[in-house]
């Protein structure tokens, strides 16, 4: 069964503590996405994964930064949290083809920074 | 700059009719994919369908379909027969063959079909 997972679902934070978003897939896919959902804006890039240590920055990179040191296992990482860093965050994978791209998504992470 | 542009908010209409959503995207490269993704009332986010840049007939899968208009650089979403189920919200997304493997997202359009 193709799944992608995140813990944890919801998480309340202060401003200033540090966050840390975990993202798991069992399809062996070599590339994984970091996103936010904010209302009326859509779906925002924060980084792309290609495989491990192989990262690279997405349109809204600022304040976050990111890990993979497993294939299976990306973390999005906000260090000194922010109020303006309250969001929705899905983590997505797709393989790593042109014509299999598909990106499969993971069930969202609700975070409050207060 | 790649951007995707969805300026339909939301739509309204009864079940078993036809709807569609509009979408326009602009880019400057000769290669690109486009995608339609909808996200649940739960917040789950599914892949719909893809049209590829070269590729001239119109995407289909089950009811839905696409109407790709390059020279207006527009994909839109039909859905046919539409279901009560199929009430979410529809992003449209590009990808641009140079620029790896970034989607950019359009703001989405929320479909409330009423029985």
């Known amino acids: 069964d193709m799944k992608v997972t995140q813990m944890p679902r919801y998480l309340i934070k202060r401003m200033g503590e540090n966050v840390l978003l975990e993202c798991g897939q069992d399809m062996s896919h070599e590339t994984m996405y970091w996103y936010r959902q904010d209302p009326g804006l859509g779906l925002q890039l924060i980084y792309i994964?290609?495989?491990?240590?192989?990262?690279s920055e997405g349109d809204i990179p600022k304040g976050y930064r990111v890990s993979r040191k497993k294939r299976e296992h990306f973390s999005l990482i906000l260090d000194s949290a922010k109020t303006n860093q309250t969001s929705v965050y899905f983590c997505?994978?797709?393989?790593?083809?042109?014509?299999?791209?598909?990106?499969?998504f993971g069930p969202g992470t609700r975070l409050l920074v207060l | 700059a790649q951007k995707v542009t969805q300026t339909q908010t939301s739509i309204s209409v009864m079940e078993k009719t036809t709807v569609t959503m509009d979408c326009v995207y602009e880019?400057?490269?000769?290669?690109?994919?486009l995608f339609w993704y909808k996200q649940t009332a739960s917040g789950e986010i599914v892949f719909l369908i893809r049209?590829?840049?070269?590729?001239?007939e119109n995407a289909t899968v089950g009811h839905y379909s696409l109407n790709f208009q390059k020279p207006k650089s527009s994909i839109g979403l039909i859905i046919t027969a539409t279901q009560i189920e199929d009430s979410a919200v529809y992003f449209c997304a590009m990808r641009v063959s140079n620029m790896g493997y970034k989607l950019t997202f359009g703001t989405g359009t929320s479909l409330l079909v009423d029985p």
């Open positions: 997505a994978s797709s393989l790593f083809s042109e014509h299999q791209d598909t990106q499969y």
């Open positions: 880019t400057q490269d000769s290669s690109y994919f």
């Open positions: 994964s290609y495989d491990v240590d192989s990262n």
């Open positions: 049209q590829d840049s070269y590729k001239k």
